[in-house]
């Protein structure tokens, strides 16, 4: 679960916030007058793996609002 700290809370200690998420894996929301403005989180590299499953599966779209020209089996 995420904690919640007002700006003027987190500047001071600032630190010790960032040793927290280190250290307990934990989320920070930082707040301006109650509304959530940023979010903390711990740092974790990125894996590359989900998006390479993906690549050459989407096709490119020169004119995308053109009518598309093929033979749908639903329709049949």
């Not at 809370?9 to 280190?22: S, T």
């Not at 301006?32 to 490119?60: C, F, M, N, Q, W």
């Amino acid at each position: 679960m995420a904690e919640s700290v007002p700006k003027s809370k987190f500047k001071p200690k600032a630190f010790e916030y960032l040793r927290l998420v280190e250290e307990k894996n934990t989320e920070i929301i930082i707040t301006d007058h109650g509304r959530p403005v940023a979010k903390i989180v711990p740092y974790s590299p990125d894996d590359d793996s989900t998006l390479r499953d993906l690549r050459g599966l989407v096709e490119r779209y020169d004119r995308p609002t053109a009518p598309v020209e093929t033979d749908w089996d639903a329709v049949q």
